[in-house]
């Protein structure tokens, strides 16, 4: 079994800065994309930022130059630093990682895990 557990989600005012974080825990062989997505009201969820394991990362045209995406492999912890945040990143933000776990034995499977979201809001 493995968990996603989001954390540093909060009411920020416009310009204001946060950092979400998200550690996974479980039965797991290996941690290899890690992502963030976020879902507004009467959006679709949207990709936000993705990072290899070897750090290669990719990030949504809406956030370039504002939000980094990091990851700390020792502690299978991905994070969101987010600067000059703008009412328009008002969303419950989700984690999602493709995790190699232990099935049984020796034998290993590949998943898509997300996390449970933690809300951002962005007002003044």
């Known amino acids: 079994q493995v968990q996603l557990v989001e954390s540093g989600g909060s009411l920020v005012q416009p310009g204001g800065s946060l950092r979400l974080s998200c550690a996974a825990s479980g039965s797991i062989f290996s941690i290899n994309t890690m992502g963030w997505y976020r879902h507004a009201p009467g959006k679709q969820r949207e990709l936000v930022a993705t990072?290899?394991?070897?750090?290669?990362?990719n990030y949504a045209d809406s956030v370039k130059g504002r939000f980094t995406i990091s990851r700390d492999n020792a502690k299978n912890t991905v994070y969101l630093q987010m600067n000059s945040l703008k009412p328009e990143d008002t969303a419950v933000y989700y984690c999602?990682?493709?995790?190699?776990?232990?099935?049984?034995?020796?034998?290993?499977?590949?998943?898509?895990?997300w996390g449970q979201g933690t809300q951002v809001t962005v007002s003044s």
């Open positions: 990072i290899t394991r070897g750090g290669r990362t």
């Open positions: 999602k990682a493709d995790i190699t776990v232990y099935i049984g034995g020796a034998n290993r499977e590949t998943y898509d895990y």
